[in-house]
């Protein structure tokens, strides 16, 4: 306990203090239907106590175990449980009856428990003569949380659960060595607050002040955890120095250091309308999408087979494998394909990687048994192209595959139709909507120039010009080429997910209307 139940708490801020605020999922409060919190739970638990009241209203506890997944979700109101044999008092409870039924769902270590009631059914299990079946239909389910007296009204209305506009601070809670060149970094909001949900794939964008920089550095990263989580995970590499933010962040950010970060946004997502399996496709640290991928997709009810390839040089470089092998281990819809293209004398064949070399289609055809998949690919550009192209050249449909690439390069992915930016389907194509007649003057430079036809955008066109320009995503997310605006004005053409600063314009995602000044 804390040093604070050393001393009497005297007040509602103090006992707020102590219990801290309840993680978002337990805001979620009361459903009536398993959403998709309360089927991971039940899927990952392995024990739980049922009250069952009989006829003369009294308790009837039984208590029922298994290896994960015993508790089966039948439906969305429906639960299923098996129970010994000879837990069931029979002298006094026919398995005829219709019993109103609470149920508890407990995990070591987790500090919420599900609890659930409605009424049950209780039959002999037709595949298992010593167990019981209960089946249950819920009528009302709710994770409780012993450290946030939720159903106390002591907490205020979950408000900070939407998107924040702007830089709002974090403060990092632990940190932890992933590789020899990746970190992971996990953040809580400073304010106390609870977090939105995300979407696996998306990313957040940091804001950090670095020694001898006057202004602030902006740099994206992709949420490395899962949704749902009350805590943001970022797993960063370490790039080649002077490469700024990721040397500061390994160097110099520490549990307990402040950092300033806008809302979780991108549009690399997971699409969750389907249930076709997927295949997730990642080299080097672009395996940070793919993870919180991966640990969405195995806590939802909805089991896709998921295949995960991923790149690496060595297991010196490598990343949470143990991590992904475990989640390999523990669901048989899983398979994880490793490839080091140098591995070192102690990195096991069949342990750490399954194949030597890089990872390429001709690997992909080799191993994957082909069906109608879902592709999303992160890594070094070169990588993704050749995956990319490779799979479009091999009969993949382009809206099934999906990519985001964490460098400023352009990346031209060829395949036999126009693809969008991030491939995938629903992602907004740019109209051609400069007006043609537009000067730019670009002021630091010293130069005035005409819209060319044929630039997508205003980066484009300062890139043809030699104007110095910072870029990442080039999709409007990253917020890399946000550079002020001296007058004029500019169209956008694609919806932003949050709108520039006043009076600083995103080069990626704007073209001009009429004459505009630059400062830069
Ligand atoms: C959507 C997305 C997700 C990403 N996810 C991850 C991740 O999970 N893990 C990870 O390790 N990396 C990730 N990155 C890359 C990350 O954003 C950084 O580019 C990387 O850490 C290198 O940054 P650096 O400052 O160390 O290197 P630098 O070489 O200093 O900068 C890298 C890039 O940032 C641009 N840049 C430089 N200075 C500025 C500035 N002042 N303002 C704006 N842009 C500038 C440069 O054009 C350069 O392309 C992601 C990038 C994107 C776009
Ligand atoms: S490059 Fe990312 S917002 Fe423009």
């Known amino acids: 306990m ?41 899927q990952a638990s392995t024990f739980l106590a049922a009250h069952i009241r009989d006829d003369a209203g009294g308790p009837v506890p039984l208590i029922a175990g298994g290896p994960a997944g015993f508790a089966r979700i039948i439906d ?19 398995l005829s009856n219709l019993y109103s039924v609470g149920l508890l769902f407990v995990l070591p270590g987790v500090k919420e428990s599900l609890r659930m009631k409605g009424a049950a059914s209780v039959k002999w299990s037709p595949d298992d003569s010593a167990a019981l079946r209960l089946t249950l239909r ?48 996990y953040f809580a909001p400073a304010d106390g607050g609870a977090l939105p ?12 002040t670095c020694p001898g920089d006057d202004a602030p550095v902006r740099r994206a990263y992709s949420l490395s955890g899962r949704p749902g989580d009350d805590l943001i995970r970022i797993t960063v590499k370490r790039e080649r120095p002077p490469a700024v933010a990721s040397n500061f962040l390994h160097d110099h950010v520490d549990v307990g250091s402040l950092l300033e ?104 055809k080799s191993v994957l048994p082909w069906d109608d998949y879902e592709f999303y690919i992160c890594g070094p550009g070169p990588f993704m192209k050749s995956m990319a192209e490779g799979l479009m050249a091999n009969g993949i449909r382009s809206d099934r595959v999906r990519w985001e690439t964490f460098s400023s390069e352009k990346i031209d992915i060829a395949g036999p139709e126009d693809i969008a930016p991030h491939g995938g389907e629903g992602v907004v194509r740019l109209p ?52 002020p605006i001296l007058s004029g004005d500019v169209h956008y053409v694609r919806d932003l997910e949050e709108t520039p600063d006043e009076g600083t314009v995103l080069l990626c995602s704007a073209v001009p209307r009429g004459r505009i000044t630059l400062d830069i």
């Open 261 to 364: 970060m806008r809302s979780p946004s991108g549009r690399f997502v997971l699409n969750e309308n389907s249930e076709r399996p997927i295949v997730l496709l990642s080299a080097g640290v672009g395996l940070t999408p793919m993870l919180s991928m991966l640990e969405h997709l195995v806590a939802g009810a909805i089991k896709r087979q998921v295949w995960y390839f991923h790149g690496a040089s060595s297991g010196r470089e490598h990343a949470m494998n143990a991590h992904v092998r475990k989640i390999e281990r523990e669901h048989s819809n899983v398979h994880v394909h490793v490839c080091y293209s140098r591995p070192r004398p102690e990195d096991m064949r069949g342990a750490d990687f399954n194949s030597e070399g890089r990872l390429s289609i001709g690997l992909l």
């Open 76 to 94: 969305p109101a429906t639960i299923e449980i098996d129970f010994a044999r000879d837990c069931w008092p029979d002298s006094r409870l026919p």
């Open 432 to 483: 051609v909507v400069a007006d043609v007649t537009s000067e730019i003057e670009f002021r630091k430079s010293g130069m005035t120039v005409s819209w060319t036809d044929g630039c997508l955008s205003l980066l484009d066109l300062a890139e043809a010009h030699g104007v110095p320009v910072r870029s990442s995503c080039r999709m409007g997310d990253c917020f890399s080429c946000a550079v």
């Open 197 to 208: 949900q995300f979407n696996p794939g998306q990313h957040i964008q940091v804001q950090m």
């Open 138 to 185: 819920i009528d009302n389910s709710f994770f409780q949380c012993g450290k946030a007296f939720i159903r106390s009204k002591m907490w205020e209305p979950p408000k900070a659960l939407t998107r924040w506009k702007g830089f709002r601070a974090f403060k990092c809670i632990r940190k932890e060595q992933e590789s020899a060149v990746i970190t992971s970094f």
């Open 2 to 42: 804390s040093a604070m139940m050393d001393q009497a708490i005297s007040s509602t801020e103090q006992l707020r203090a102590f219990y801290e605020p309840p993680n978002a999922i337990v805001l979620d409060k009361v459903i009536t239907t398993f959403d998709k919190h309360t089927s991971a739970f039940v």
